[in-house]
């Protein structure tokens, strides 16, 4: 038996039913679902400078320890308004597919998501 280390280490779950542990990747050509958890101090940890969107799948983001804002941007496209959710210890949110989203820390803490990473976007906030 075999510990995983999930700060740094990703875990992948295929389609086969396969599960592994792997080197974290973030790029946008993995196959299979990417369980990923995070140590995070600053802004800077979760990119609050870019919004991300993940066009193949949901993303849960779960807020094990310390507090969040997940802000999902406008959508002109779809009339959806921007939108702010507050997570604490213990809570999660589901960032539906192909919208573009972010994250700001209320202090340290750490975090977790999961997403099927193929194809995902990230794009520099020209907001802030």
């Known amino acids: 038996m075999a510990l995983i280390d999930l700060f740094s280490s990703a875990v992948r779950l295929y389609g086969d039913g396969t599960v592994r542990a792997e080197e974290r990747r973030m790029s946008g050509d993995l196959d299979g679902w990417t369980l990923a958890a995070f ?24 807020v094990l320890a310390g507090g969040a804002r997940l802000i999902l941007r406008a959508d002109e496209a779809t009339g959806a308004a921007e939108e702010t959710a507050v997570l604490g210890p213990g809570t999660a949110y589901i960032v539906p597919r192909g919208r573009w989203h972010r994250v700001e820390l209320d202090g340290p803490g750490d975090l977790m998501s999961l997403t099927l990473r193929r194809d995902t976007r990230l794009e520099k906030r020209r907001d802030g």
């Open 39 to 62: 140590h995070v101090e600053t802004d800077e940890d979760v990119h609050a400078d870019h919004w991300e969107m993940h066009p193949a799948a949901d993303e849960a983001v779960c």
